[in-house]
């Protein structure tokens, strides 16, 4: 095999891309993408695919794009995965199928799995077939509580199994975090995220908005309703670190910040439901929703921003990509450094924080951070974004006590068939896992909706 470089996927210069909110990546050329598809050995045994958490058959539909096929690519991609466009844009590739791709150590790099999903993809929402919906019809009835991408899925397979599926949404929009989370700069949300979802509404899902379960609808009057439930309810309730000062104005939890600039669209200028931003940031924590915020109070207008962070650069959960355009855009990296307090008398005037140092491993095996002594300073900010993690909306289950949950506060469900510890109900994505990725949530999404296909099939054919 000839060694060849990695093409990648057009990026836009971080300083003209944190004047605005437009997409960072521009994805592949078409002379790129054939380039980077004919880098593709069509491996027999697929490794790439034994990466993928809901099995892509990538050597398929890369053969199709060597071979200009690209409606034949399309559906290669969608026998498994209904959501290409997104998942080639925010999947963490580098860890699932470019990881495992035979031409990643010595062969010029793996091949750019996720570019060349993110083109097929794009294709086909840009080509804008009608999508067909199924001939079959059962007489099953399944409701999906939330819209984001478990929902989404499960949503899709149950419907083209033939089954009647209503999804219901505590907010106005669909899309959960790929909505109201992930920024417009990563995911577009008109242009990609409303269309895919167009497209399932198209087969015969149908979403009812502004409801929440458990508030407006009981579950049990749902499950007196319909034959099946899944619940994706997603963790968005956020934790805080518990320190003083943590309930002065100025201070957010990332998920509040990002829904107010994503879902209620304030980074307009014409905006009606404004957010405030502050001049100088810190943001606590350092996964992908940390980057997220940071570069989102970057495009705000924040002349500084800092992601504070108690271990190191190696040991930052973000993927590897969105470090470097944080850094790319300006985002100050304060590591080794943890917060204390909060300071200020009604809004932020600082941050008090220590500096730390990598000990013994804990656990985890990660290297435990410990203080360093006589290291506390102040940290000048007018705004704390908290981004240390999530969990799930207890709403749910304090209404509906049957569902079992574990000390976490997720779900549990029986790994094979996302049941949970009621018949019919099934669970899976974030509420089951603890804030995790998108495909794994699509995985779970597939996973329940498989059973429950199987449960309407015996049903019907009773
Ligand atoms: P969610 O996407 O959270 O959707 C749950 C939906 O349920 C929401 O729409 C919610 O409104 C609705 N809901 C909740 N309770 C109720 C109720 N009682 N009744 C009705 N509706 C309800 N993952 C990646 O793979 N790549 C990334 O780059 C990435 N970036 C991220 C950036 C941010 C800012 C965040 C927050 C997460 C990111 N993730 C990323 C994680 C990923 O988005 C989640 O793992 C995934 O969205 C989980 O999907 P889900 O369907 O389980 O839940
Ligand atoms: Fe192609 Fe790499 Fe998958 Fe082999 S492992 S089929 S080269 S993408």
């Known amino acids: 095999m000839v060694k060849t470089e990695r093409n990648n996927v057009i990026v836009r210069d971080g300083d003209v891309r944190i004047k605005d909110f437009a997409e960072v990546s521009e994805g592949f050329t078409y002379e790129l993408m054939k380039a980077e598809a004919e880098r593709c050995i069509n491996c027999k045994n697929a490794p790439c695919t034994k990466g993928c958490p809901v099995g892509v058959k990538i050597p398929q539909f890369i053969k199709c794009l060597q071979e200009d096929d690209l409606d034949g690519a399309v559906r290669a991609i969608k026998i498994d995965n209904n959501l290409p466009s997104i998942c080639g844009r925010v999947c963490p590739q580098e860890k699932q199928c470019e990881e495992l791709c035979v031409r990643k150590l010595k062969l010029g790099g793996s091949v750019a799995i996720g570019g060349l999903e ?256 006589d290291s506390e300073f102040v940290l000048d900010v007018d705004q704390v974004i908290m981004s240390i993690g999530t969990r799930p909306n207890p709403l749910l289950v304090n209404e509906y006590s049957a569902l079992e949950i574990n000390k976490w506060g997720t779900l549990v469900v029986n790994e094979e068939t996302q049941e949970t510890s009621v018949d019919n109900v099934f669970a899976g994505g974030d509420a089951v896992t603890g804030a995790a990725t998108v495909i794994l949530a699509m995985g779970a999404g597939k996973q329940a909706g498989a059973t429950i296909i199987a449960r309407a099939i015996a049903k019907c054919s009773k």
């Open 118 to 373: 993110r083109y097929v993809g794009d294709y086909a929402l840009a080509k804008n077939e009608k999508a067909v919906p199924s001939t079959i019809k059962l007489d099953y009835k399944v409701a999906v509580v939330g819209s984001g991408p478990a929902g989404l899925t499960c949503a899709a397979d149950c419907t083209m199994a033939g089954l009647d599926v209503t999804i219901y949404e505590a907010f106005h929009k669909a899309g959960g975090v790929l909505t109201y989370g992930i920024p417009e700069f990563r995911l577009p949300k008109d242009e990609i995220v409303k269309k895919e979802i167009a497209k399932l509404e198209e087969i015969g899902v149908k979403i009812v908005y502004n409801t929440v379960i458990g508030k407006t609808i009981r579950m049990e009057d749902l499950l007196e309703d319909f034959d099946a439930v899944f619940i994706g309810t997603g963790a968005g309730l956020p934790v805080f670190m518990n320190i003083p000062g943590e309930n002065l104005n100025g201070v957010y939890s990332a998920n509040e910040f990002l829904t107010r600039v994503n879902l209620m669209k304030a980074y307009l200028p014409d905006s009606d439901t404004p957010v405030f931003c502050g001049n100088s940031v810190a943001v606590c924590g350092a996964g992908n929703v940390a980057m997220d915020a940071a570069r989102t109070a970057k495009r705000l207008g924040a002349e500084h921003v800092f992601v504070v962070y108690r271990r190191g650069r190696d040991e930052m959960p973000a993927r590897a990509e969105e470090i470097e355009h944080a850094i790319e855009e300006g985002i100050e990296l304060k590591l080794l450094t943890n917060p204390t307090e909060v300071l200020g008398d009604t809004h932020v005037t600082g941050m008090k924080c220590v500096e730390m140092e990598l000990g013994a491993p804990d656990a985890s095996g990660r290297c435990r951070p410990v203080v360093k002594a």
